[in-house]
């Protein structure tokens, strides 16, 4: 165990490693983006969701259809109630209010 012998001998070093550590684990969580799903999804290109409902039952899937839009409809409501906001044409999110898109 190489890295036991090491924090053994020379213990200042794994202090101020870890002190780094939790200084600056703050700063590189503010940086991160808090929505990546869409430039995961689509390789950083924004583009529009497709969901698809397949099933036996036609009704069944309407009103599936209908239910997942309606929750998808209050999930853009509530973005843009809290500053951010959706192409119109694409529902792809845009710029929050203070950053740039």
């Not at 053994?8 to 780094?20: D, K, N």
């Not at 689509?42 to 409902?53: H, T, V």
């Amino acid at each position: 165990m190489w890295i036991v012998r090491l924090a053994l001998r020379r213990p200042y070093t794994f202090v101020v490693a870890a002190l780094v550590l939790l200084l600056l684990t703050p700063f590189v969580l503010l940086r991160m983006p808090t929505d990546i799903v869409s430039q995961t999804i689509n390789f950083g290109l924004p583009a529009p969701f497709d969901i698809q409902i397949v099933g036996r039952d036609q009704a069944q899937n309407r009103a599936v259809a209908r239910l997942r839009g309606q929750r998808f409809a209050a999930a853009v409501a509530l973005v843009k109630s809290l500053g951010g906001g959706f192409s119109s044409r694409t529902l792809t999110p845009t710029a929050w209010k203070g950053q740039k898109p």
